[in-house]
């Protein structure tokens, strides 16, 4: 079992993707999704009153609406994506008529923007394109000569809905029935069918008294019947062994998303330590302040 910030990196993975990795999701990738490969960025797409809409235009917009295309179908994307930008088009040339782009929120909400791209630039070019393969893979090494290995066993149970039910079924064994047998007939749990096999496992992953009863046997033995929340138990301990780090293979991609997440955060650290920022209202700066210390 392979544990990153001090949890399972196969069951955190999803807990990983933080705002930064959003930046990740660049035009390129993007119009992947919507064009076949080898496209020239530079193809006209649509055009209104004889300006072009190009593939370019395409991706950027399938970046900045990339929630938004999650509830459209593949084969939809591109159309809707077109009709978005057309009607932009209209609009913009509409709002130039009319000197919108003279304002000063126009020039506020512009310098908005050409700040949020550089970010986007800046990400993926200074922290995502620095990090390599071998830096992955150099922190996948670290990760796993950190880690201990861990005991795990393998057992199988047969679960009944009461004590009378599981006394007799003990009684059975005791007398020489096979427990897998006995467990595809008797066992009211899922694993029935399967002999009672529930795999393997680590300390933590079963409900309390299940995990001190079978951690209690030895290889072989079959335990009294446990009571638990979800019923009784008998309990063969069929194995045990010591955990193994999963294979680079199964854990690169969430190895390199703590990567990017470290880069991004002592990277904003540094940039933070060499600026002076003054935060004028107290109960933010407060607020801030506890957000980043959790």
Avoid: C
């Avoid at 933080?18 to 119009?31: K, T, Y």
């Avoid at 459209?72 to 009709?83: D, Y």
């Avoid at 047969?158 to 006394?167: H, M």
């Amino acid at each position: 079992m392979l544990v990153l910030k001090g949890k399972n990196i196969i069951d955190s993975a999803a807990k990983l993707v933080i705002f930064a990795l959003f930046l990740l999701m660049s035009a390129g990738m993007a119009q992947a999704q919507l064009a076949p490969l080898f496209v020239d960025p530079d193809d006209i797409v649509a055009s209104v009153d004889g300006v072009g809409i190009t593939e370019r235009e395409l991706a950027f917009a399938a970046e900045d609406m990339a929630q938004d295309l999650q509830s459209i179908p593949q084969g939809e994307q591109k159309a809707f994506l077109v009709g978005i930008l057309i009607d932009m088009k209209l609009m913009a040339n509409e709002a130039r008529k009319l000197e919108l782009n003279q304002s000063d929120v126009f020039a506020l909400r512009l310098r908005y923007l050409e700040e949020r791209a550089l970010r986007r630039a800046f990400f993926a070019t200074q922290i995502n394109q620095n990090i390599s393969d071998e830096d992955v893979r150099a922190a996948y090494e670290k990760l796993i000569a950190e880690q201990a290995p861990e005991e795990q066993l393998r057992a199988r149970h047969i679960l009944l809905a009461s004590l009378e039910d599981a006394q007799g079924v003990k009684a059975e064994l005791d007398a020489g029935a096979n427990f897998e047998d006995m467990a595809r007939e008797k066992s009211t749990g899922p694993s029935g069918p399967s002999g009672g096999d529930l795999g393997f496992f680590s300390r933590g992953q079963m409900v309390s008294e299940f995990e001190d009863a079978v951690f209690a046997l030895e290889v072989g033995e079959v335990s009294e019947p446990v009571q638990t929340q979800f019923g009784w138990h008998i309990i063969k301990l069929e194995e045990k062994r010591q955990s193994e780090p999963p294979a680079f293979e199964q854990v690169a991609v969430q190895v390199r998303q703590q990567l990017l997440i470290e880069r991004f955060d002592s990277t904003v650290e540094q940039l933070k330590s060499l600026a002076q920022i003054e935060i004028s209202d107290p109960r933010v700066a407060e607020a801030l302040e506890q957000r980043l210390g959790n």
